[in-house]
């Protein structure tokens, strides 16, 4: 029989509703067959259940955790009625499952749908996302996967800045035009700049700098521009709040490789999401292969 998991919280939480998406999982087909017909369990409880709600456990593990929290918030030692007291909680908790599940919540409600897919998902990515991979695993890993682990390269870029003083400037669009015309025809840079443009707030430093640092000279609009261009080249004008950028790529680097040893729990973390996500593809195609799953021809 599939087990709950409940956890003590602050009756302001969303346990219950949580509760009901993990109870579905349980006995959403017992449910549905009528589970108030009442118990047929004879002799002794087993050995880690304190009692049966129509025909359904609660197990000795979650009471004694709720318990436990009792015990926590309380200053005097726990009484028999305030075990009692737990107990019935957890009884009445799950009768409201079982009604929800009979009354089909598990359906109807968008927020309980979320929970009962979010519930089943992490149940199904839970051992293979938390095993850790060995060094040979690791590594191997690393090796098929060395450009989506590295980092963004580094770029020198020169720009002529025009200032605007007005929402439409027409005349600081038509230097920046002019700007970018004559720098393709092989014009001076700085003769260039010196005629055409205005001092920046921020100047650009000479130097190659990777995206973020430059991100913080340009904007992020000039900097997607800057970005797309190769060695040499000029972009058009790039208009900011401040005024129009007309950018030279001067020199690229290309994306750092760093060593495994230097961002390992960066890796670890991508190779256990991506083992949690052919977990579920593989769960998911067993489920929809034993499904009678009929679709509409054609589809609306």
């Known amino acids: 029989m599939a087990t709950r998991s409940r956890k003590a919280a602050p009756a302001s939480s969303r346990r219950p509703l949580v509760l009901l998406a993990v109870g579905a999982l349980a006995g959403a087909g017992v449910a549905a067959a009528g589970l108030v017909s009442g118990p047929a369990h004879n002799g002794a409880l087993p050995p880690d259940v304190v009692a049966l709600v129509n025909r359904e456990p609660i197990r000795a593990e ?6 436990q929290a009792l ?3 309380k200053r005097d030692p726990l009484t028999d009625a305030d075990r009692r007291h737990v107990l019935d909680r957890l009884i009445e908790e799950e009768l409201l499952v079982q009604r929800g ?3 089909g919540l598990a359906r109807q409600d968008l927020r309980l749908r979320a929970d009962l897919t979010s519930t089943v998902i992490d149940s199904v990515v839970a051992d293979v996302s938390e095993r850790q991979p060995d060094d040979d695993e690791l590594s191997a890993f690393y090796e098929a996967n060395r450009d989506f682990f590295a ?3 580094r770029v020198r870029v020169r720009q002529v800045f025009v200032r605007v003083t007005t929402p439409t400037d027409p005349a600081a669009a038509g230097r920046a035009e002019q700007a970018a015309r004559r720098l393709r025809a092989g ?3 700085d003769a260039v700049t010196a005629e055409l443009g205005d ?5 650009l430093p000479n130097a190659v700098l990777p995206p973020a640092k430059l991100r913080d000279y340009l904007g992020p609009t000039a900097l997607r521009a800057a970005l797309d261009l190769e ?3 000029v972009s058009d004008p790039v208009r900011s709040g401040a005024g129009y950028h007309v950018l030279q790529v001067v020199e690229k680097q290309p994306d750092a490789q760093p060593p495994l040893a230097d961002i390992r729990p960066q890796v670890v973390a991508e190779f256990r999401r991506r083992a949690g996500e052919r977990a579920l593809r593989a769960y998911l195609d067993a ?3 034993n499904a009678d799953v009929v679709l509409a021809e054609p589809l609306p």
């Open 62 to 67: 979650d009471y004694a955790r709720m318990v």
């Open 151 to 153: 980092g963004p390269g």
């Open 199 to 203: 001092a920046p707030l921020t100047p």
């Open 101 to 103: 599940l009979a009354l």
């Open 71 to 73: 015990a926590n918030d």
């Open 231 to 233: 060695v040499g080249e």
């Open 287 to 289: 489920l929809r292969a």
């Open 187 to 189: 014009e001076s840079f």
